[in-house]
C-alpha cells in the first residue's frame, strides 16, 4: 500500500457471508484507471498474476479503484467442500 497507493493506511475486513469467505482491503491512497489493466498488463502484471492464481483456486478477485479514490480489492475464498 504505501509503495503503490502512496499512503500509509489501510483498512482490513474479513467476512465469512453464506458459504465462503470474503477479504476487503481498501485504502484512500491514489488509486488507478482499472481500464488499464488490460491494457498495460507489463506495469500491472502483479495484479493479474495475483487474479490468475486465485482463479486457478477457485477464488475470484474484484478491483474497484479510481485515480485520487483509492482502492478496494474484494477477495472471495470458495473453500473446497468435504467430500461424502
Not at 509503495?3 to 500509509?8: G, L, P, Q, S, W
Not at 483498512?11 to 465469512?16: A, C, N, P, T
Not at 481498501?26 to 488509486?31: L, M, S, V
Given at each position: 500500500v504505501v509503495?503503490?497507493?502512496?499512503?500509509?493506511e489501510?483498512?482490513?475486513?474479513?467476512?465469512?457471508?453464506?458459504d465462503?469467505i470474503?477479504?476487503?482491503?481498501?485504502?484512500?491512497?491514489?488509486?488507478?484507471d482499472?481500464?488499464e489493466?488490460?491494457?498495460q498488463?507489463?506495469?500491472?502484471?502483479?495484479?493479474?498474476n495475483?487474479?490468475?492464481?486465485?482463479?486457478?483456486?477457485?477464488?475470484?478477485?474484484?478491483?474497484?479503484?479510481?485515480?485520487g479514490?483509492g482502492t478496494?480489492v474484494?477477495?472471495?475464498i470458495?473453500?473446497?467442500?468435504?467430500?461424502?
Open positions: 509503495k503503490h497507493a502512496d499512503t500509509r489501510a483498512f482490513i475486513i474479513l467476512e465469512k457471508p453464506d465462503h470474503r477479504l476487503t482491503i481498501r485504502d484512500g491512497g491514489k488509486g488507478f482499472t481500464k489493466i488490460n491494457a498488463s507489463l506495469r500491472l502484471g502483479g495484479l493479474l495475483i487474479r490468475h492464481r486465485l482463479n486457478l483456486m477457485g477464488c475470484s478477485l474484484q478491483i474497484e479503484s479510481q485515480p479514490d478496494q474484494i477477495i472471495d470458495f473453500p473446497k467442500r468435504a467430500k461424502p
